[in-house]
């Protein structure tokens, strides 16, 4: 009898630890843009400041479309970086330009579509093990509308290895 | 319970929790009982899985956007795709005056063109553009992903041509209810016409019923047009001309 509890409360055990590992595994890590981002290139001046409830945390960042654009990117990060995904605020029109630093890969994430809107949005995933860091601009993309729309910078995700 | 079967169980829990993070159970433990069938979910589970109903596509698209003060920017797209990844998009000024931009992918790199400069940058297609494990192909999974997640290979197209061609991300949004309002004609193809609204943004779709394409998308904002997208001509199936995926001569590297 002794025995079978022992069993019992060890199965029970390694439940639980194994709930709270795999949330633990699969949990998206946010960054805030909010004062985090870095200068990169392009013209100097820092993104302004949207408060809105569309925004993941009342506010976002934002510098409006040019073909002089300026880059900038979240906070260099450690190694393992594995998914990434850009919260899309519900008040974009833009399309908006993201990438990682590295492996020199870009994708187009329509701010003005309404699915995208108000949800985090699939970046692509890092290949490589090492340090990575996620940049978007402002730039005009050719085939979108250009009529000086803000590019939001919102809240960033990302999952590990 | 002894020491040791303590440590037992916990280094059990962690192996399995670590297996179960990386196999997605959370996302399964998620998944909601299905809603009875309609035809407005038959038309999303086309789009879900539009890209297992083509092999080539060829054709173009004239895509207007409209600002604030009744400005309009028209371009016009042309597009030659071959499953998996072989691609060739350009997009020109709509009255076809100005190539504005080009990207082609030969299968194992991409390269965006500037046919003005005559320049190219390339790069090697990320590993992701082949990886289809995070594309939900069920109506159940597309409700209840934790973010829009889009085809691999059709996210890194540099043109709004690519959301149309690969429409996955369309029953994937969250808070919609699409209406199926009717059918209709468009370069001889049946399609479906849905419409559905989210915040300030009321859209109207036409989907070819064979593949699940958006071939027409209307979009306003507030009221006010924002966008309009036909397609003028499209090949579904039909044998592309293979040197079109292939970098062409008397262009450098930026």
Same mark, same amino acid.
């Given at each position: 009898?002794? #025995?079978?509890?022992?069993?019992?409360?060890?199965?029970?055990? &390694?439940?639980?630890? &194994?709930?709270?590992?795999?949330?633990?595994?699969? &949990?998206?890590? #946010?960054?805030?843009?909010?004062?985090?981002?870095?200068?990169?290139?392009?013209?100097?001046?820092?993104? $302004?400041?949207?408060?809105?409830?569309?925004?993941?945390?009342?506010? =976002?960042?934002?510098?409006?479309? $040019?073909?002089?654009?300026?880059?900038? #990117?979240?906070?260099?990060?450690?190694?393992?970086?594995?998914?990434?995904?850009?919260?899309?605020?519900?008040?974009?029109? &833009?399309?908006?330009?993201?990438?990682?630093?590295?492996?020199?890969?870009?994708?187009?994430?329509?701010?003005?579509?309404? $699915?995208?809107?108000?949800?985090?949005?699939?970046?692509?995933?890092?290949?490589?093990?090492?340090?990575?860091?996620?940049?978007? $601009?402002?730039? =005009?993309?050719?085939?979108?509308? =250009?009529?000086?729309?803000?590019?939001?910078?919102?809240?960033?995700?990302?999952?590990?290895? | 319970?002894?020491?040791? @079967?303590?440590?037992?169980?916990?280094?059990?829990?962690? *192996?399995?929790? *670590?297996?179960?993070?990386?196999?997605?159970?959370?996302?399964?433990?998620?998944?909601?009982?299905?809603?009875?069938?309609?035809?407005?979910?038959?038309?999303?589970?086309?789009?879900?899985?539009?890209?297992?109903?083509?092999?080539?596509?060829?054709?173009?698209?004239?895509?207007?956007?409209?600002?604030?003060?009744?400005?309009?920017?028209?371009?016009? @797209?042309?597009?030659?795709?071959?499953?998996?990844?072989?691609?060739?998009?350009?997009?020109?000024?709509?009255?076809?005056?100005?190539?504005?931009?080009?990207?082609?992918?030969?299968?194992?790199?991409?390269?965006?063109?500037?046919?003005?400069?005559?320049?190219?940058?390339?790069?090697?297609?990320?590993?992701?553009?082949?990886?289809?494990?995070?594309?939900?192909?069920?109506?159940?999974?597309?409700?209840?992903?934790?973010?829009?997640?889009?085809?691999?290979?059709?996210?890194?197209?540099?043109?709004?041509?690519?959301?149309?061609?690969?429409?996955?991300?369309?029953?994937?949004?969250?808070?919609?209810?699409? @209406?199926?309002?009717?059918?209709?004609?468009?370069?001889?193809?049946?399609?479906?016409?849905?419409?559905?609204?989210?915040?300030?943004?009321?859209?109207?779709?036409?989907?070819?019923?064979?593949?699940?394409?958006?071939?027409?998308?209307?979009?306003?904002?507030?009221?006010?047009?924002?966008?309009?997208?036909?397609?003028?001509?499209?090949?579904? @199936?039909?044998?592309?001309?293979?040197?079109?995926?292939?970098?062409?001569?008397?262009?450098?590297?930026?």
């Amino acid at each position: 009898m002794k #025995r079978a509890m022992s069993v019992l409360i060890s199965i029970v055990v &390694a439940i639980v630890t &194994a709930s709270l590992v795999t949330t633990m595994v699969f &949990a998206v890590t #946010r960054i805030s843009e909010s004062g985090n981002l870095s200068y990169v290139s392009g013209p100097s001046g820092y993104p $302004s400041t949207k408060t809105s409830s569309s925004c993941l945390g009342g506010s =976002c960042l934002y510098l409006n479309q $040019s073909s002089d654009p300026a880059v900038w #990117r979240w906070p260099y990060l450690s190694a393992g970086i594995w998914n990434w995904y850009a919260y899309c605020p519900s008040i974009g029109q &833009a399309a908006a330009k993201y990438g990682v630093m590295y492996e020199s890969w870009s994708t187009v994430m329509n701010q003005a579509n309404p $699915s995208n809107w108000g949800t985090d949005v699939y970046l692509g995933y890092s290949d490589k093990n090492s340090s990575e860091a996620l940049f978007t $601009s402002n730039t =005009c993309i050719s085939g979108w509308g =250009c009529y000086s729309l803000p590019v939001y910078w919102d809240s960033m995700g990302y999952t590990g290895h | 319970m002894t020491k040791k @079967n303590w440590i037992f169980s916990i280094t059990i829990g962690i *192996v399995f929790g *670590v297996i179960g993070g990386l196999l997605g159970i959370p996302h399964l433990l998620q998944a909601k009982p299905v809603s009875a069938a309609s035809t407005a979910d038959d038309v999303l589970n086309t789009t879900l899985n539009s890209s297992l109903k083509w092999n080539t596509v060829q054709g173009t698209a004239v895509i207007v956007w409209y600002g604030e003060n009744d400005e309009k920017q028209e371009y016009l @797209n042309t597009f030659a795709i071959q499953q998996p990844n072989l691609a060739n998009i350009s997009v020109k000024n709509a009255d076809g005056s100005v190539a504005a931009s080009e990207w082609i992918s030969d299968g194992s790199k991409a390269y965006n063109i500037d046919p003005q400069a005559k320049t190219y940058a390339g790069g090697t297609l990320p590993a992701f553009s082949k990886d289809f494990s995070l594309l939900p192909t069920t109506l159940e999974a597309a409700k209840n992903t934790d973010a829009i997640y889009r085809h691999p290979f059709g996210m890194l197209i540099p043109s709004p041509v690519g959301e149309y061609l690969y429409p996955q991300w369309l029953a994937q949004g969250k808070g919609i209810t699409y @209406n199926l309002v009717g059918e209709d004609t468009i370069l001889n193809r049946k399609v479906w016409i849905i419409t559905y609204i989210k915040y300030n943004a009321e859209v109207t779709a036409w989907i070819d019923e064979e593949t699940g394409i958006i071939v027409k998308y209307i979009q306003s904002m507030d009221g006010r047009p924002f966008e309009e997208m036909t397609f003028t001509q499209l090949e579904v @199936n039909s044998p592309v001309d293979r040197t079109l995926f292939i970098l062409p001569s008397g262009v450098i590297s930026q």
